[in-house]
């Protein structure tokens, strides 16, 4: 079992930044990738960002050069620092981790607002 915690939305005028951590406790040893996701209302959720236990990267096209995705050493910990922000980035952001044995876990999300 891996439990997700995440912190760091809020509210936020257009061109600021946020920065997103999600702390991971327990089976962290099974953790292989660690990825953000985000859902607006009506919309379907989406991938934004994922890191994988090697370090490499990948973003979806609507935030490459805007959001960068890391992780801490130890492993159980990956942020997300978004710059630029706009208005289309608002969202509910959820931290999920892939485990060795392909299981899926959410964290329970932050509300990231960003206002025009």
């Given at each position: ?6 912190s ?53 096209d ?44 959410w ?10």
């Open positions: 079992q891996v439990q997700l915690v995440e760091g939305g809020g509210l936020v005028q257009a061109g600021g930044s946020l920065r997103l951590s999600c702390l991971a406790s327990g089976s962290i040893f099974s953790i292989r990738n660690m990825a953000w996701y985000r859902q607006a209302p009506g919309k379907q959720r989406e991938l934004v960002a994922i890191i994988t236990q090697v370090g490499s990267t990948n973003y979806a609507s935030v490459k050069g805007r959001f960068t995705i890391s992780r801490d050493n130890a492993g159980n910990t990956v942020y997300l620092q978004m710059n630029s922000l706009k208005p289309e980035d608002t969202a509910v952001y959820y931290c999920k981790t892939l485990t060795w044995s392909n299981r899926d876990y964290g329970q999300g932050t509300q990231v607002t960003v206002s025009s």
